[in-house]
């Protein structure tokens, strides 16, 4: 089994005047593309990417959308745990309810999704993810605290760097 972090690429300032919901706030036009090119470097780096699944919220949802397209993958899931605050028990909950050969993408937010990349590869501690950036952690069995091993780390440059090569 393989997870791979993914952070929702660059979204609008916080303005409680236009969304005054959080999780309406949106990705900036330069977010969509830094997503896209990210998202064009991961299919390099992974070709056996069966799900994606992501946060609830409109920022990363447009993330995983476009993930979803570029891997061609569809339907994206949806889990309310990747929401900032989220539950971590949940979210390997979910990513383990799955034959154990998946490889699967979560879609979230920082900090928890470093808090999360800690927790699996070294039971504790974070690896943060820039914004359109991502890590993969593979397993032997089912994803547990402690026992994943950090096959990559990329910030979006590279992702979009791998992309660029690539045409």
């Known amino acids: 089994m393989k997870v791979i972090l993914f952070r929702h690429g ?34 390099r780096f992974e070709r056996e990417i069966e799900r994606v699944i992501t946060s609830p919220f409109k920022r990363a949802e447009r993330t995983a959308r476009i993930l979803g397209r570029v891997l061609e993958i569809d339907p994206v899931e949806t889990l309310d745990a990747l929401a900032p605050g989220g539950a971590q028990r949940r979210i390997l909950e979910a990513v383990n309810a799955e034959k154990r050969g998946d490889t699967v993408v979560l879609v979230g937010h920082e900090p928890d999704l470093g808090n999360l990349a800690g927790l699996l590869v070294l039971g504790a501690g974070v690896l943060p ?25 990329a910030p979006p440059r590279l992702l979009g760097r791998v992309t660029r090569t690539a045409v």
Request: charged content about 30%.
């Open 10 to 43: 660059p979204a609008e300032a916080r303005d409680p005047s236009r969304w005054p919901d959080d999780s309406a706030r949106p990705l900036t036009p330069r977010g969509e593309k830094r997503t896209r090119l990210a998202a064009c470097g991961l299919r």
């Open 129 to 153: 993810l820039r914004k359109a950036g991502a890590c993969a952690i593979s397993f032997e069995a089912a994803a547990r605290p402690g026992t994943g091993t950090l096959e990559w780390l």
